[in-house]
């Protein structure tokens, strides 16, 4: 079974992690409540180990998280094959060569050798493949500016080392949106794409699918079952479940080849460029379309077409992309700086025409606004 067929059998999360493992960024998970947080986070830490093999990280985020707090916790311990091979060879007690301490006595030279070696080898921890921060819109600014640095640095501080993070790398913001306050702007830059969830007693809610291709992932039809993950790696393990569907290093380096082989036309190229003026003119948007959310987008339309079994980008595949990069980085306008008043247009009429607008209505507007190219 190649990828392609593979991915039919893959729910929205586990196609929303897979697109940005293939497209190497980072990503949003919007719950629709605050008590489906939790059933989210079990599901993302499924998926890292069972579908993908990596190892995860969760940051359990709140008001008194500090940022040593946040630092430590993306790290899990190393495997002795991460470790590097000489901090392994060395022994405790062996003095360095170029230490300062060779000059002095014997003893003096022991004792410091040991404290330095040992500190080095105790802190041999590295940063998760996968980190979940939970709740990172109602912590402290300073802990969301640590987690901006670790996705742009790919490193973090502690207290005793620098740690960097591994080559393949996933940072997951799981936040409800309808708690707690913004993510800081820069923050909400670097994501790819925002995955809107919506949860009930039994668990994730599909979105629904239409015959239309760009609203689903795969070809137009539903991305599949939502599996019943276990709570916690204590029954995974009671269990034995293991996803029949895995996606390990290989997969993903072929996923990555075949995107960046695919084609895009002249005719699509210029949608595209379409799509992002209409945006950018849209009366009710105040920014987000950055040079940045383009890159994204590009990437994201090429990531895509692989999971389709295509080689080229059609114009739904753009449609899709859109919804997905555009959909947190909008921002709406408020009355009094829509643009119209500056021709006399009444604020009273600009109220009425920007009440309960939101961003999915602008990008829905625009895509319907563009002509598709045949």
Request: charged residues 20%; glycine residues 4%; aromatic residues 6%.
């Amino acid at each position: 079974m190649n990828s392609a067929d593979r991915v039919q059998e893959l729910g929205e999360l586990e196609l929303a992690t897979l697109v940005c493992l293939v497209a190497s960024q980072h990503c949003i998970v919007d719950a629709d409540a605050l008590d489906a947080l939790d059933e989210a986070q079990y599901q993302l830490e499924a998926i890292a180990s069972n579908i993908f093999g990596l190892s995860c990280a969760t940051v359990d985020c709140s008001e008194r998280l500090s940022v040593d707090d946040f630092s430590n916790a993306v790290l899990v311990e190393s495997k002795d094959e991460d470790e590097p091979k000489h901090a392994r060879s060395r022994a405790i007690d062996e003095p360095s060569y170029f230490s300062i301490d060779t000059v002095r006595p014997t003893a003096t030279r022991h004792s410091r050798s040991v404290g330095r070696f040992n500190t080095s080898i105790l802190d041999s921890r590295r940063v998760a493949d996968v980190v979940i921060a939970k709740n990172l819109n109602i912590t402290h600014h300073h802990v969301q500016i640590q987690a901006l640095e670790l996705i742009r640095g790919k490193r973090i501080f502690t207290r005793t080392a620098v740690h960097a993070a591994p080559k393949r790398f996933l940072f997951i913001a799981l936040i409800s949106s309808k708690t707690g306050g913004p993510l800081l702007s820069h923050l909400v830059r670097n994501p790819i794409q925002t995955e809107l969830l919506q949860f009930d007693s039994t668990g994730l809610i599909e979105t629904p699918y239409t015959d239309d291709p760009s609203q689903s992932f795969v070809n137009g039809k539903a991305s599949g079952p939502t599996f019943n993950y276990p709570s916690s790696a204590n029954e995974t393990a009671q269990n034995g479940q293991h996803h029949t569907s895995s996606f390990l290093q290989n997969d993903i380096d072929e996923l990555q080849s075949l995107a960046a082989a695919v084609r895009v036309t002249a005719e699509v190229r210029g949608y595209l460029h379409n799509v992002l003026t209409f945006l950018r003119a849209h009366r009710a948007v105040a920014g987000g379309v950055s040079a940045t959310a383009t890159r994204h987008l590009n990437l994201l339309v090429r990531a895509l077409a692989p999971l389709h079994a295509l080689s080229f980008v059609p114009p739904s595949l753009v449609a899709l992309a859109t919804r997905k990069v555009y959909s947190h980085r909008l921002v709406i306008t408020a009355p009094e700086n829509e643009r119209s008043l500056q021709w006399g247009s009444s604020i009273e009429a600009v109220q009425e025409l920007l009440d309960n607008v939101t961003v999915q209505d602008v990008i829905e507007e625009v895509l319907k606004t563009v002509e598709v190219p045949l």
